[in-house]
């Protein structure tokens, strides 16, 4: 399985309807690919905390509308990054969108952790409460958002429900660039799954990305890495990679701590 991390450049001067086309023309040249990901929160910012409410969307929104036929032009599973939406009842949340290679929404995942300390996304946005996963012929994938990877009990809830691997949009600042990469690759050891982690660039709203996607396989060690620039990363995925890791050295199977114990017989 081929996977295409699109590290995309959030620039103020770019309106959001000239980048969600630009975007959905980039996803249209990784025909050939099997999963292609975008960012957090590319259409608008992941800081740009004044423009939220203008620019949310519904989940048909026109950043779907986009979206859903980039993924049918080029034949790809897309990870859609994550958009602001707007729900039925005026509530915002940040939201993840993934399309089928026919062009079908097939789940939404609003993100659980939201990122402010009572400041920005914590006080402007609803919180998720569904982990989710998406099942690919090949893979199955949790989906986690950007501040999430700081807490390891969601991606655990992810292998639990199967996950082989995780999908991480976000919006990380530069000065915590150190941290990005440390936690992804702990995500990975710990849960003995491939990471993508998949980050804006550039500037926005005055906050410098960190750039630095990067893919992490099951054993800690980083497939390929980005720099600072807009570019795409490609790895190779394999699921027997997981399976052999999990194998190999089962330490999952040593858990004590959050399982539940076996049930006396009756």
Known sequence: MRASLMQIAVNPEESVDSRRQRVASL?????????????ELWPVGAFAYEAFAEEAEPLDGPTHE?????????G?????????ERAADGTLYNTSLVYSPAGERVTAYRKIHRFGFDQGEATLMGAGT???TVALPELTLGLATCYDLRFPELFRQLTDAGAQGFVVPAGWPARRRGHWTL????RAVENQAYVLACSTTG?????????????????????????????VLT???????????REQFPALKD????????????
């Open 130 to 132: 569904t982990p989710e």
């Open 66 to 74: 986009a979206m859903a036929k980039a993924a049918s032009d080029a």
């Open 183 to 186: 936690l992804a690759r702990a």
């Open 27 to 39: 996803v249209r040249e990784q025909s050939g690919v099997d999963l292609v990901i975008l960012p």
């Open 76 to 84: 790809v599973w897309l990870h859609a990054g994550s958009i602001v």
């Open 235 to 245: 790895v190779e995925l394999d699921a027997a990679k997981v399976a052999a890791t």
């Open 203 to 231: 500037t926005h709203a005055g906050v410098e990305q960190a750039g630095h996607s990067l893919a992490v396989d099951p054993w800690g060690e980083v497939l390929a890495e980005a720099g600072t620039a807009e570019e």
């Open 255 to 266: 858990r004590v701590l959050g399982v539940e114990p076996p049930r006396p017989a009756s």
